[in-house]
């Protein structure tokens, strides 16, 4: 019988490539028998299916943008790197 490391591997790969007639037969003799690999199974499918439906987006970083900042903000990270680099000349 195939391992569950055959099983979950060729679970993933199924999905970037086609799989031979044999091993879909191990594979899905091996899902029969062993329920930890049938959750792998799900959890890749339902990732899959996750994926496909979510289109890319994105992350809103406008946010942080220093246009944004508040004056009292920008001074407290400026003070902060020269500090930090005043801290860097003076170590030996
Ligand atoms: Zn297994």
């Not at 970037?16 to 007639?21: A, D, E, L």
């Not at 946010?63 to 680099?85: D, K, N, V, W, Y």
Request: proline share 7%; net charge positive.
């Amino acid at each position: 019988m195939m391992t569950c490391a055959e099983a979950t591997r060729l679970v993933s790969d199924r999905m970037h490539r086609p799989v031979g007639p044999w091993a879909r037969l191990a594979l899905h003799v091996h899902l029969l028998l062993c329920s930890g690999c049938r959750h792998y199974e799900q959890q890749v499918v339902l990732i899959r299916y996750w994926l496909r439906s979510k289109p890319m987006q994105q992350p809103d970083t406008s946010a942080f943008t220093p246009a944004h900042l508040g004056a009292e903000a920008r001074t407290r990270i400026q003070m902060s790197l020269s500090a930090r680099t005043h801290h860097q000349r003076n170590q030996p």
